[in-house]
T-cell receptor, first 109, second 115 residues
Framework: DAKTTQPNSMESNEEEPVHLPCNHS???????IHWYRQLPSQGPEYVIH???SNVNNRMASLAIAEDRKSSTLILHRATLRDAAVYYC??????????FGTGTSLTVIP | EAGVAQSPRYKIIEKRQSVAFWCNPI?????LYWYQQILGQGPKLLIQ????????DSQLPKDRFSAERLKGVDSTLKIQPAKLEDSAVYLC?????????????FGPGTRLTVL
């Protein structure tokens, strides 16, 4: 399995930026980096994905290290609705999609 | 746009009984996935379909689990007979295409409790 390593949990104050790290030292040149999040009692929800360049969308930004062995999901202003488990996933040519245990984000009012 | 539909939302059965879950993907999505999510863990892929063909079922316990997508649209996942360790949320997801760039859309899941 294409593995990623994330901290088990993180906390953030409401309306402050959040940087969620992910290590993927075994990434290959064609693997895409995906981020999903899962709110309580819901199915996972797509957040963002990238290959080499940094990416922005309406939900978040994805910063990818130059050697691609790590990436960071950036929530620019955390809200209470952003409290969720965030999964960093490598999407490989072998079609593997390994979620891991993710990072549980707590947003403090 | 309607999302991925799953039923039932909850199911309680006794061990050794059989159970089936149903999934209707987003219209036009060729790829369908079934995941198992045990409490406290991330989802684990059980099987992936491309239209009505199986792409990957390497993690499906084939002695008790089966899945089909006969007309390339909706799908059923069956467990027969169920064991205590099958207690989990079963998630269905779909994507427009199979490739590494494509996002998956998840349904709300079916929570199975095996007593």
């Amino acid at each position: 399995d294409a593995k990623t390593t994330q901290p088990n949990s993180m906390e953030s104050n409401e309306e402050e930026p959040v940087h969620l790290p992910c290590n993927h030292s075994t990434i290959s040149g064609t693997d895409y980096i995906h981020w999903y999040r899962q709110l309580p009692s819901q199915g996972p929800e797509y957040v963002i994905h990238g290959l080499t360049s940094n990416v922005n969308n309406r939900m978040a930004s994805l910063a990818i290290a130059e050697d691609r062995k790590s990436s960071t999901l950036i929530l620019h202003r955390a809200t209470l609705r952003d409290a969720a488990v965030y999964y960093c996933i490598l999407r490989t040519t072998g079609n593997q999609f390994y979620f891991g245990t993710g990072t549980s984000l707590t947003v403090i009012p | 746009e309607a999302g991925v539909a799953q039923s039932p939302r909850y199911k309680i059965i006794e061990k050794r009984q059989s159970v089936a879950f149903w999934c209707n993907p987003i219209s036009g999505h060729a790829t369908l996935y079934w995941y198992q999510q045990i409490l406290g863990q991330g989802p684990k892929l059980l099987i992936q379909f491309q239209n009505n063909g199986v792409v990957d079922d390497s993690q499906l316990p084939k002695d008790r689990f089966s899945a089909e997508r006969l007309k390339g649209v909706d799908s059923t996942l069956k467990i027969q007979p169920a064991k205590l360790e099958d207690s989990a949320v079963y998630l269905c997801a779909s994507s427009l295409l199979q490739g590494r760039k494509n996002e998956q859309f998840f349904g709300p899941g079916t929570r199975l409790t095996v007593l």
